[in-house]
C-alpha cells in the first residue's frame, strides 16, 4: 500500500508524533507499506531515498520537506495546510505520483482519507473557556491570536470529521465519545496507543536512577513528582501546584517536562511558596532519565486524549496518578495498578494520594509492579497491527465507492 502521510513534524520528543514514529515506521517495516511522508521536520525517524516512480510494495519511509511559514500559530498553520497539498499535487502531476489512501494525524488538511485523532480542538477551546478565570498566562494580542486558532481549528474538525467519506480513528474511548457528541459520527475506531517496553521496563530505569537524581542534585530523601508533555494547564500542572503546597511538611520536588513558556507557571509556584521545589526541563528524545529520576509519575490532566507518558511511567514500574479526563484511565484499574482522580481540579485529593503514596512504601511497589504488569500488553506492534487492518478496510470502501 502506498501511502500519503500529512504531518506537519514527526519526531520522539513529544507524546503524539512518538505514537505516530512508532506506527509509520511498523506499517513500513511489517506491512511494506511505502509511505511519502509530507512534513515540515523530521528528526528520529528511519528514511528512504529512491526513484519515487518505483512500484509501491518495497516497505519505506520518504520524506518530502514542505517549507515551514514563519509567523504566529495561525499564520504557519493556514501555511502549511495549503502548501502540504501544493506539494502532493505537485508530485502527483509532475512525478506522476499515485497514493492509495491519504493518513493524517488530526486536521492537517481537507482531503484526508484517513485521520486518527489525537487531540480534539473543541475540548480544547471549551477548557479554556471554563478556566478564564485562572492566571492569565499571554498578552492580550496572544490572548485573542489563541482564540481566532482555537475557532479556525475547530471549524475545520467540523468540517472534516463530519464528513462520513473520512474514516476516523481515535487513541481512545473518551475521544470517541466526544467525536460522536460534538460530530454525530458513530463510526469511530479506537486504536489505542502503547509502550515499548525494549525501552521503558523497572530495570531499565533503576539502572539509571542513581546518574539521574544526581543530574537535577536530588537527595535520596526527596520525593520527586514527574509531569511531562506540553498545555501545562490541560496536564494539570496549577493542580499539581496546589496540591504540593498542601504536602510542604514532605521533601517533595517537582520536575516539569516540556516546550511551554514556564514564567506564568512559576509565578504561580512562587505564589504557592513552592518555587524552589520545581525544576523545568526541555523535551528531549531519550526520556528515560526522567522517569529515572522520579518516584511518581502525576499528571491530573483536564483533557488528554491518552497520556503516553503516563503508559511509559507505567512501563518503568513507577506509581502512577492521572484523572478521568486522560484516556488512558481506560486501561487503568484504580488502586490496583494506578490511580484515577475523579475530578482533576482537586489538589486536596490529589495531595492526599501523593502523601499515602510517599508513607506506603509497600503501596509505591505494588502499583508499580502492577503498572508495569498491565502495560507489558500494549504493544506498539498490536498498535500498528489494528492500524493496518483499519487502513485496508477504508481502502475497500474507498475502491468500492
Known amino acids: 500500500m502506498r501511502l500519503a502521510v500529512v504531518s506537519p513534524f514527526v519526531d ?7 505514537a505516530f514514529a512508532e506506527l509509520l515506521e511498523r506499517l513500513a517495516r511489517n506491512y511494506e507499506c511505502e509511505i511519502h511522508l509530507y512534513a515540515q521536520r523530521v528528526e528520529d525517524l528511519a528514511l528512504a531515498g529512491g526513484d519515487l516512480t518505483r ?12 517549507p515551514p511559514i514563519p ?3 495561525l499564520l504557519q498553520f493556514t501555511g502549511w495546510f495549503y502548501l502540504n497539498r501544493l506539494w502532493r499535487w505537485a508530485d502527483r502531476f509532475f512525478r506522476r505520483t499515485s497514493f492509495d ?5 488530526g486536521i492537517n488538511c481537507n482531503d484526508a482519507d484517513v485521520i486518527v485523532v489525537h487531540a480534539l480542538f473543541h475540548r480544547l477551546e471549551e477548557l479554556a473557556q471554563e478556566h478564564r478565570e485562572e492566571p492569565q498566562e499571554q498578552s492580550f494580542f496572544r490572548r485573542h491570536h489563541r482564540r481566532l486558532y482555537y475557532r479556525f481549528l475547530t471549524r475545520l474538525e467540523r468540517h472534516i470529521y463530519s464528513d462520513p467519506k473520512v474514516a476516523l480513528a481515535t487513541v481512545s474511548q473518551r475521544t470517541a465519545h466526544l467525536i460522536t457528541q460534538y460530530f454525530q459520527r458513530q463510526d469511530v475506531r479506537v486504536i489505542p496507543n502503547a509502550v515499548d517496553m525494549s525501552e521503558f521496563s523497572p530495570s531499565a530505569r533503576f539502572a539509571r536512577r542513581a546518574e539521574a537524581r544526581r543530574h537535577w542534585n536530588f537527595r535520596e530523601e526527596d520525593f520527586v513528582l514527574l509531569l511531562i508533555g506540553n498545555d501545562w494547564r490541560a496536564k494539570g500542572l496549577y493542580t499539581l501546584l496546589e496540591a504540593m503546597a498542601a504536602l510542604s511538611d514532605l521533601p517533595v520536588q517537582l520536575l516539569v517536562v516540556g516546550s511551554e513558556p514556564q514564567q506564568y507557571f512559576s509565578a504561580r509556584a512562587k505564589e504557592l511558596g513552592v518555587q524552589t521545589r520545581c525544576h523545568w526541563e526541555l523535551p528531549r528524545r531519550d526520556v528515560l532519565d526522567f522517569y529515572a529520576a522520579a518516584d511518581v509519575y502525576a499528571s491530573p490532566s483536564y483533557e488528554d486524549s491518552f497520556g503516553l507518558p503516563v503508559a511509559e511511567a507505567m512501563a518503568c514500574g513507577l506509581p502512577v496518578i492521572t484523572s478521568t479526563c486522560a484516556g488512558v484511565a481506560e486501561w487503568i484499574h484504580d488502586g490496583v495498578d494506578g490511580f484515577v482522580l475523579p475530578k482533576a481540579s482537586d489538589a486536596q485529593a490529589l495531595a492526599s494520594l501523593i502523601r499515602r503514596i510517599f508513607q506506603q512504601q509497600e503501596l509505591r511497589a505494588r502499583l508499580g509492579e502492577a503498572g508495569a504488569h498491565a502495560a507489558a500488553n500494549w504493544t506498539w506492534d498490536n498498535n500498528a497491527e489494528s492500524a493496518w487492518r483499519f487502513l485496508q478496510e477504508s481502502l475497500a470502501r474507498r475502491q468500492q465507492s
Request: net charge positive; no cysteine.
Open 12 to 18: 520522539r520528543q513529544h507524546g503524539t508524533e512518538r
Open 55 to 66: 512500484p509501491s510494495g518495497v516497505g519505506r519511509i520518504i520524506w518530502h520537506r514542505v
Open 71 to 73: 509567523g504566529p500559530h
Open 101 to 105: 489512501l491519504v493518513l493524517s494525524p
